[in-house]
């Protein structure tokens, strides 16, 4: 059975930086999406940026310019490298990871806080 184990979150200064990371282990084909969402406190869990196998990306608009989604298909893991980060970004931090063999198949993570604060 796939499972998502993510890594990397915590608690930065504004401006700061910080990588996410998230490792897929089981039976999942090398074809695949894998991505983070973001979830604030009152609010809906959102996209915040999404690769695919063959190299399509895919960034919210509140990110674009300020963090960078890579991931390694060798060991099927996804980054997310966080920069220039805003109190506004703090939220618990979801990695998704989709694919389809007959039918869409839709992975989560457990989540990781990130919270931007002075």
């Known amino acids: 059975q796939a499972q998502l184990v993510e890594s990397g979150g915590g608690l930065v200064q504004p401006g700061g930086s910080l990588r996410l990371s998230c490792a897929a282990s089981g039976s999942i084909p090398s074809n695949n999406f894998m991505g983070w969402y973001r979830q604030a406190p009152g609010k809906q869990r959102g996209l915040v940026a999404d690769?695919?196998?063959?190299?399509?990306?895919t960034y919210g608009d509140s990110v674009r310019g300020r963090f960078t989604v890579s991931r390694d298909n060798g060991k099927n893991t996804v980054y997310l490298q966080m920069n220039s980060l805003k109190p506004e970004d703090s939220a618990v931090y979801y990695c998704?990871?989709?694919?389809?063999?007959?039918?869409?198949?839709?992975?989560w993570g457990q989540g990781t806080q990130v919270t931007v604060s002075s």
């Open positions: 690769i695919y196998s063959g190299g399509d990306i």
């Open positions: 998704r990871v989709r694919f389809y063999v007959f039918r869409q198949y839709d992975l």
